[in-house]
């Protein structure tokens, strides 16, 4: 089982930047893939970023140019700079691990841009 805890949620004005950290119970290179995904009110859950174990990422087209995901091996902590914000980029920003044949959750945090 894999725990994930995030952290670096907030409100930020459009044009700001934040950054997301997502600290793993297992190392990292024994996962699959972590991602981000982020879920606006009334909308389904989308992946916004992903890394591999191999270090190989993906963007949703939404994000690219804007957004980057990172890792530190050493520390188990996948994270996701967002700069240029847009309103249009709020919601609940969830990690996710897949490890084998499963998926985990982290709790999720919320991201506010304001116009």
């Known amino acids: 089982q894999v725990q994930l805890v995030e952290s670096g949620g907030g409100l930020v004005q459009a044009g700001g930047s934040l950054r997301l950290s997502c600290a793993a119970s297992k190392s990292l290179l024994s996962i699959s893939a972590m991602g981000w995904h982020r879920q606006a009110p009334g909308k389904q859950r989308d992946l916004v970023a992903s890394?591999?174990?191999?270090?190989?990422?993906n963007y949703a087209d939404s994000v690219k140019g804007r957004f980057s995901i990172s890792r530190d091996i050493a520390k188990n902590t996948v994270y996701l700079q967002m700069n240029s914000l847009k309103p249009e980029d709020t919601g609940v920003y969830y990690c996710n691990a897949v490890k084998g044949p499963f998926n985990y959750w982290g709790q999720g945090t919320q991201v506010t841009v304001s116009s």
């Open positions: 890394i591999t174990a191999g270090a190989n990422t």
